[in-house]
């Protein structure tokens, strides 16, 4: 059992609709000197300090106590669109980026995705998990508790296999919640580049199929976008995967308007990632539709687009919000939600509260996790994160800092910077 006292704001979330749509995205539910009770896995009160339901707690639970501290408590990050899954970096592109290379020229010469699938597919699975668990860490340490995780650069049978393989080992040997998401549908291969059609053929017919049989993951994706998959080429993709029973999220809008914001809309996926090119008709499609925008200002930040998704449109026309990192070692290699938090304030004027919604309850809806994820009340599980700042406010206000100095994932303090000297 365990017990948080005295903390400066516990950001609870608690009580709105779910998910969260225009102003309900800054309704925060904000406790000051509040207080949470833990058993097990679940959150069994949260409130005042004074209001602590159980005689002498300090000797009934484990306590950690905000006295002189500042501490913010808020749900743990759920980051809903990770690559986290490679061999090698591409830190060479990032300096033809500096140099103006676009990312289609980058591809266009090698580099880019094909890159990683090379570098990917001689790489061994203990290698592979070697280097995720590594990373692993980083997101716990940064106050991410849950991620979304795309195969992607192995692109043939045996390599996406070899991904979602490793997926799963980790999902039994880490604290982090794992969502795996199959990408077969990332880039064409090289060996594919004469007969795109018989790769689109193998993506259906063999590489979903045996996903889904084997239960491997629990959403398809596809990278809607001119030089990669086609509107129709990913339409017949996803209604595959939708047949084969799994969920749908889609790459759409990043490098140009390509559509793929309206076949999002048509197929009423549950997220539509990135949103950078989208016009007022497609945030009306996707408004009525009920599909999530999920966008990534790291990305946009990091490859110097300067061109970000319409968020205040979005938020505006009452389409859900959610906000996550695109961890990937092409355009975004970062496992930081605080710093994504900053992006989405200064670059895309969303407020402080809008972006903390976004980056939890908004994000777990997206994943289908907001029943036991995304908000601190009562009966939901006990991802909690603690960060040494008094407001809410200051996470992406005092950016470039990792304020989190406890993280706990079903109830079990897995990062505690608080005991360093």
């Keep these: 059992m ?108 090698g580099g880019g995705i094909a890159s990683s699938v090379e570098q990917l597919r001689s790489a061994t699975v203990n290698q592979l998990l070697d280097k995720a668990e590594r990373y692993f860490r980083h997101f716990l340490s940064h106050g991410t508790t849950t991620i979304e995780a795309k195969s992607g650069y192995g692109l043939r049978l045996e390599d996406e296999i070899k991904i979602l393989q490793v997926l799963a080992a980790l999902r039994e040997r880490n604290r982090l919640e794992i969502v795996p998401t199959f990408l077969g549908a990332h880039a064409v291969p090289e060996e594919f580049a004469n007969s795109r059609e018989e790769y689109i053929r193998n993506i259906v017919e063999v590489m979903i199929p045996r996903v889904a049989q084997e239960g491997l993951a629990q959403f398809c994706d596809v990278f809607c976008e001119e030089g990669y998959f086609t509107i129709d080429e990913a339409r017949s993709i996803l209604l595959a995967a939708r047949n084969a029973g799994l969920g749908l999220r889609i790459h759409a809008d990043e490098l140009a308007h ?64 959610a906000l996550a990192s ?20 200064t670059q895309m004027r969303m407020t402080p509260a809008e972006a903390i919604t976004a980056a939890t309850i908004n994000s777990a809806y997206s994943l289908g996790l907001a029943d036991r994820l995304g908000t601190l009340e009562e009966g939901k599980q006990a991802d909690i994160v603690l960060m040494d700042v008094p407001d809410y406010r200051e996470l992406p206000y005092f950016f470039g800092v990792n304020h989190c100095v406890v993280t706990i994932k079903k109830g079990n303090i897995v990062i505690n910077r608080l005991e360093q000297p």
């Design 2 to 109: 365990l017990l948080l006292r005295n903390i400066a704001q516990i950001v609870t979330l608690r009580g709105g609709p779910i998910p969260r749509v225009g102003s309900s995205m800054s309704e925060l539910g904000i406790i000051e000197n509040g207080a949470m009770l833990i058993r097990g896995d679940r959150i069994v009160w949260v409130g005042p300090t004074k209001d602590i339901p159980v005689r002498e707690p300090g000797i009934r639970y484990q306590t950690l106590d905000g006295v002189g501290l500042d501490l913010l408590a808020l749900p743990g990050f759920v980051d809903s669109h990770t690559h986290p899954i490679f061999a090698g970096n591409r830190v060479q592109e990032y300096e033809l980026r500096i140099q103006g290379k676009s990312s289609q020229e980058i591809a266009a010469s």
């Design 258 to 321: 390509s559509g793929g914001a309206k076949l999002a809309a048509e197929l009423k996926v549950r997220s539509a990632d990135h949103l950078q090119w989208i016009s007022d008709s497609d945030i009306e499609a996707l408004k009525n539709a009920g599909t999530v925008a999920t966008l990534l200002p790291g990305t946009a930040f990091n490859s110097g687009m300067m061109q970000y998704a319409p968020a205040r449109k979005l938020i505006a026309a009452g389409v859900p919000v």
């Design 326 to 345: 695109d961890f990937n070692p092409g355009s975004c290699f970062t496992m930081n939600m605080q710093l994504i938090l900053a992006f989405a304030c």
